[in-house]
T-cell receptor, first 116, second 115 residues
Framework: NAGVMQNPRHLVRRRGQEARLRCSPM?????VYWYRQLPEEGLKFMVY????????ESGMPKERFSAEFPKEGPSILRIQQVVRGDSAAYFC??????????????FGEGSRLTVL | AQSVSQHNHHVILSEAASLELGCNYSYGGTVNLFWYVQYPGQHLQLLLKYFSGDPLVKGIKGFEAEFIKSKFSFNLRKPSVQWSDTAEYFC?????????????FGSGTQLTVLP
């Protein structure tokens, strides 16, 4: 059973470009979280999605950031017009269906975004 | 909103030393508490969790944590560390009721165990 898969593992973008980060949850998991880790800081919650639904996006910046989790395919975190401050590690985590209240997240290895 | 504080950013110990990593949270209601660990080059994984019941919980690899409600603390302990315990450790809190389901993480503690 493959774990949570994130790609790309490393992404370099110039200011103003778009970044797309993908997350494939574990088989049987229908809930996905995205977290951001800035240098010297902890993991900051961004968004919580269920297939075709955004459950909680209270941690998402108001502009340039969006997330989706379609019925088919991976969850996508999209950052438009990137700025240097977007440079961070972005982690995806998934939860098994029916265990949403457990907090037992299964994390991917993260995608490291560098904005030049 | 809840928050989590991990006061030790970097801890260096020799093998066989005892470990205690501090974790304090701020939230007045009922919470679920977690410790996650990230070994070098690996993904974050759950070390142990507390939902209710016995405030002393045991996790994998000989780790344990004690929930002290009056102190809003959930410190992680291990009586004798090994070189393989070198990793970053994250404390996390989840509000146990209501619609909010995200985990709020602390800033992490990097543990280095010297052989």
């Amino acid at each position: 059973n493959a774990g949570v898969m994130q790609n790309p593992r490393h992404l370099v973008r110039r200011r103003g470009q778009e970044a797309r980060l993908r997350c494939s949850p574990m088989k049987g998991h229908s809930h996905v979280y995205w977290y951001r880790q800035l240098p010297e800081e902890g993991l900051k919650f961004m968004v919580y999605l269920q297939k075709e639904n955004i459950i909680d996006e209270s941690g998402m910046p108001k502009e340039r950031f969006s997330a989706e989790f379609p019925k088919e395919g991976p969850s996508i975190l999209r950052i438009q017009q990137v700025v240097r401050g977007d440079s961070a590690a972005y982690f995806c985590a998934s939860l098994p269906t029916g265990r949403e209240n457990t907090g037992e997240l299964f994390f991917g290895e993260g995608s490291r975004l560098t904005v030049l | 909103a809840q928050s989590v504080s991990q006061h030790n950013h970097h801890v260096i110990l020799s093998e066989a030393a005892s470990l205690e990593l501090g974790c304090n949270y701020s939230y007045g209601g009922t919470v679920n508490l977690f410790w996650y660990v990230q070994y070098p080059g690996q993904h974050l994984q759950l070390l142990l969790k507390y939902f209710s019941g016995d405030p002393l919980v045991k996790g994998i690899k000989g780790f344990e944590a004690e929930f002290i409600k009056s102190k809003f603390s959930f410190n992680l302990r291990k009586p004798s560390v090994q070189w393989s315990d070198t990793a970053e450790y994250f404390c996390a809190v989840q509000i146990s009721s209501g619609s909010a389901r995200q985990l709020t993480f602390g800033s992490g503690t990097q543990l280095t165990v010297l052989p």
